[in-house]
C-alpha cells in the first residue's frame, strides 16, 4: 500500500476553507527546481478576523494543533508578518501559515498562483518569482545555504518573469543576496 501524502492533511482542509491560499516555501521550491525532503509546509493564507471560526472547524483540535481564536485574532490584525502554526497530531508534520494581511508581495503571489496536481492532490502553488523572492529574504535574514541552491535550481529549471524579480529585488533592498545566487545577473548594476 502507498504511503499516504504527509501534504494531505493540510491540503484537503484547505481546499474545503475555500480561502485564497498558496503552498510556498521548500515544497514550492521542490516543485520549480530540484525535489528535497522538508520537514514542513509553508502557506500564505488570507485570513480575516471572521474566518477563524471557520479555520478552527475545518482544522479540529482533536486533529490538529490549532492557536486559540484569540492568538488568531491578534496574528490576522498585524499589519505585517502575521503568523501561526498547525501540527497534524498523528503525523507531527506542521504547517508555517503566513497571512497574507497587507503584504504586497503575499497579494501578487495570490494574485498569480498556479493550479497543480501535488501527489494527487489539486491545489494552489505560489509562484515561481515569489519563491525566489522570499528565499532572498530569508537568506538576507541570515537563512541557510539550502536557500541558495533552491534559487539556483529554480533559475535554470523554470522560466521567470526576470524583470519583474528585479523590479522586487530593488524594492526590497535584496540586490547583495541576488547577485550571490545569480552572479550573472548584473545588467541593472
Not at 499516504?4 to 480561502?19: D, Q
Not at 503575499?106 to 494527487?120: C, P
Not at 489539486?122 to 536557500?147: C, M, N, S
Not at 534559487?151 to 530593488?170: G, K, M, N, P, Y
Amino acid at each position: 500500500m502507498p504511503a499516504r501524502n504527509p501534504l494531505a492533511p493540510f491540503l484537503e482542509p484547505l481546499e474545503r476553507l475555500a480561502l485564497p491560499y498558496c503552498i510556498t516555501g521548500s515544497v514550492a521550491a521542490s516543485v520549480y527546481g530540484e525535489p528535497r525532503l522538508t520537514a514542513d509546509i509553508d502557506i500564505v493564507l488570507l485570513l480575516r478576523a471572521e474566518d477563524i471560526a471557520r479555520l478552527r472547524t475545518t482544522f479540529p483540535e482533536a486533529e490538529y494543533y490549532v492557536p486559540p481564536p484569540e492568538t488568531l485574532l491578534i496574528e490576522t490584525s498585524r499589519s505585517t508578518r502575521g503568523m501561526f502554526n498547525l501540527i497534524h497530531h498523528a503525523t507531527q508534520f506542521k504547517a508555517d501559515v503566513y497571512l497574507a494581511a497587507r503584504d504586497p508581495l503575499h497579494a501578487w503571489a495570490l494574485e498569480h498562483r498556479r493550479r497543480i496536481d501535488l501527489e494527487g492532490a489539486g491545489t494552489w502553488i505560489a509562484p515561481p518569482e515569489y519563491v525566489v523572492l522570499r528565499k532572498l529574504e530569508f537568506l538576507r535574514e541570515g537563512g541557510q545555504d539550502k536557500h541558495v541552491r533552491d534559487i539556483r535550481f529554480i533559475l535554470a529549471a523554470t522560466d521567470l518573469d526576470l524583470a519583474f524579480v528585479e523590479a522586487e529585488v530593488s524594492r526590497l533592498g535584496l540586490r547583495v543576496q541576488w547577485l550571490q545566487c545569480a552572479p550573472d545577473m548584473q545588467r541593472n548594476r
